[in-house]
């Protein structure tokens, strides 16, 4: 039988090359995720994995979260915006 929704979704993420890649994101996140990369100008494919990685392991609502969060921010002083989101999405998994 084909796995259920809930089975996919707490499935762990596809390893490619142990690499988790966007198709691993819920499409919400995705397309969160690829706004908020042409709001802060940063490069949607060039994504650091472990981005993807932690976004994949909080979850749909609290990755759209992080990632709102992060597109909210004052991107005129934040020098490293891959490093920067990185840093949001470790403070929330560890909470």
């Known amino acids: ?5 809930a089975q996919l979704a707490a499935a762990p993420p596809r390893q490619n090359g142990g690499n988790t890649t966007h198709a ?3 499409q919400s996140v995705q397309y969160a995720l690829s706004a908020a990369c042409m ?3 940063m490069d949607y494919a060039a994504l650091p994995v472990p981005i993807l990685h932690g976004l994949r392991e909080m979850g749909e609502a609290q990755a759209c979260e992080t ?3 992060f597109q909210g921010c004052d991107m005129a002083v934040v020098k490293n915006k891959p490093a920067y989101l990185m840093g949001l999405i ?5 909470k």
């Open 1 to 5: 039988a084909p796995p259920t929704l």
């Open 24 to 26: 691993d994101l819920p």
């Open 39 to 41: 709001h802060c100008q």
């Open 67 to 69: 990632v709102n969060v």
């Open 90 to 94: 470790k403070k929330r998994l560890n």
